[in-house]
């Protein structure tokens, strides 16, 4: 008898928290001393009523632990050119289907080429780039991104959905690292 009790108090339960809509529940106990778990309230003669009050589960909606994980300890920076080219279109294409999230970096002035060159010890500034945490690639190949951004920890399907971080404009570099710009031109990388 009390395995059918603990049966019915499990299907009850399971029946309760599966509704999309505030559940109302009541214990109660008959005459003879045995105890009920309704979803209506119990008879006037019931003794010992308890109601309560439940709430559905809720599951959030969100990024996983591995793609927080990623995005806090290697964040991902995309450098690009004042003209985007096709390489450059494809570079911020595979990252948005991948749906991670990242920092655009617009290098444009020679001091922002300079400083990229010297941040990733290049003979010439070429892009797109793309950093995660400490590593990095110059130029876009799906297959050469894919590999990085799983060392990384980064989830194959992301749930970034918005549009990238800009830095602000015409912030200076900080240490090894270039900063947006509104002026100047220059060649993007080919593959």
Request: hydrophobic share 40%; glycine share 6%.
């Amino acid at each position: 008898m009390t395995n059918l009790r603990l049966l019915l108090c499990v299907s009850i339960a399971g029946t309760l928290l599966a509704s999309p809509v505030w559940a109302q529940t009541y214990k109660w106990k008959d005459a003879q001393g045995n105890t009920h778990y309704t979803g209506t309230p119990p008879p006037p003669d019931a003794r010992s009523v308890t109601e309560k009050k439940l709430q559905p589960s809720v599951v959030e909606q969100g990024a996983s632990y591995a793609e927080r994980e990623a995005t806090r300890t290697a964040p991902v920076t995309l450098w690009l050119g004042n003209e985007c080219d096709a390489l450059c279109e494809s570079a911020l294409a595979f990252l948005k289907n991948r749906g991670i999230a990242y920092t655009e970096q617009r290098i444009i002035t020679d001091e922002q080429k300079d400083a990229f060159v010297k941040r990733f010890k290049l003979q010439e500034a070429r892009v797109p780039a793309i950093n995660a945490g400490k590593d990095h690639l110059i130029g876009f190949s799906a297959s050469a991104w894919t590999s990085l951004l799983n060392r990384a920890g980064y989830p194959a399907k992301g749930t970034a959905r918005v549009a990238p971080k800009a830095a602000a404009a015409g912030a200076a570099p900080t240490a090894g690292e270039a900063a947006p710009a509104d002026q100047g031109n220059w060649q993007p990388a080919t593959e």
